[in-house]
């Protein structure tokens, strides 16, 4: 008669019982839980008390009213995961914006948009010129820079609008149609863009460096990573990032305005503070801020469905910010002690 072997499945039950308590403890301890629950969490209440909500052009217009706010946030994540910010993200959109609307109003719109990108990164080499070698602030470089080419867009337009006729401009607004959800182009280049930062910020020695950089800039050039070649990398890929977020502005309403979206700046530092990226630096991702953008325009949308004054929606949105500085300051601080 042979024994009934019990060791291995025990140690088999064991292990399993593991995997899945590290699971919850990751779950429990991800970034992105928080935010990701509130989303979950306002699109079943809003789907609830409004009847409007949850069809499918709504669902078309957050997807598309998310898209050049969230793609501004991804910049902005870069610049505040080193512990910086960038007030100027808005302004440097909006310049290359008009520049590729004037340009193109009697030109090449090809031409144009290159032009336009140029004109983006080269106000982000700008600032991560002066920040990354003068050491200046980068709340004072970024509000002098904003304040400039807030007029320097209305000088170079004579403060006029410029209406977008070409198709390459207006492209990223058009998509396929998906059970009567149209998912346009610029929601497709959003996700990629984000994918793309995620896993360059993860999986390279450049991510390690720019989280190494936002968690202690002395700490990492003592262990030898060039801290200010760092700096400027993000900057530059940043303005790379608002670029591609005027030509989806120029597609989402097709005019160039030099007074348009003058409040992008302060709703992506919203996003990616509701995303769970730390405004002290070295902590955060993408893929929170891309929720967090998702949650900033269902906040909005959904509020709006049920007959709530926009004064109301602007309320909810500064309570949750703070909410979520005071949620990082706590874990921050228990971290340190």
Request: glycine content about 10%; proline content about 3%; aromatic content about 8%.
């Amino acid at each position: 008669m042979t024994s009934t072997p019990t060791r291995e499945p025990d140690a088999a039950v064991l292990e399993l019982e593991e995997d899945r308590g590290g699971f919850l403890r990751g779950l429990a301890t991800s970034q992105i839980t928080g935010p990701l629950a509130a989303l979950v969490l306002a699109v079943v209440v809003f789907a609830l008390t409004t009847s409007t909500f949850f069809n499918a052009d709504n669902l078309s217009l957050i997807a598309t009213q998310s898209v050049v706010v969230g793609t501004l946030a991804l910049g902005q994540t870069l610049i505040i995961l080193t512990a910086g910010i960038d007030l100027a993200n808005g302004a440097i959109m909006v310049l290359g914006a008009v520049v590729i609307g004037k340009l193109a109003t009697d030109g090449n719109a090809l031409w144009a948009l290159v032009v336009g990108a140029l004109v983006c990164v080269a106000f982000g080499l700008l600032n991560g010129a002066l920040i990354s070698s003068f050491s200046l602030p980068p709340f004072i470089v970024t509000l002098g820079v904003l304040s400039v080419l807030s007029a320097v867009a209305r000088l170079y337009t004579d403060s006029q609008s410029y209406p977008i006729d070409s198709d390459l401009l207006t492209i990223l607004n058009q998509g396929p149609t998906v059970g009567g959800v149209t998912i346009t182009y610029g929601v497709f280049l959003w996700v990629a863009l984000t994918a793309l930062l995620g896993y360059a910020l993860t999986q390279t020695a450049w991510g390690v460096r720019v989280y190494a950089v936002g968690d202690n800039k002395r700490a990492a050039a003592l262990t030898g990573i060039k801290v200010k070649r760092v700096l400027l990398s993000v900057y530059i890929t940043a303005a790379v990032i608002y670029a591609f977020a005027a030509w989806q502005a120029l597609g989402r309403t097709p005019t160039a305005d030099p007074s348009g979206y003058s409040t992008a700046n302060l709703d992506s530092i919203t996003a990616v503070v509701i995303g769970g990226t730390s405004l002290f630096g070295g902590r955060g991702g993408v893929v929170g801020t891309f929720i967090g953008a998702l949650i900033v325009t269902v906040l909005a949308n959904g509020l709006t469905q049920a007959g709530i004054d926009s004064l109301y929606q602007q309320v909810a949105t500064g309570v949750l910010v703070v909410i979520a500085v005071a949620v990082d300051h706590f874990v921050r601080t228990r971290q340190t002690r």
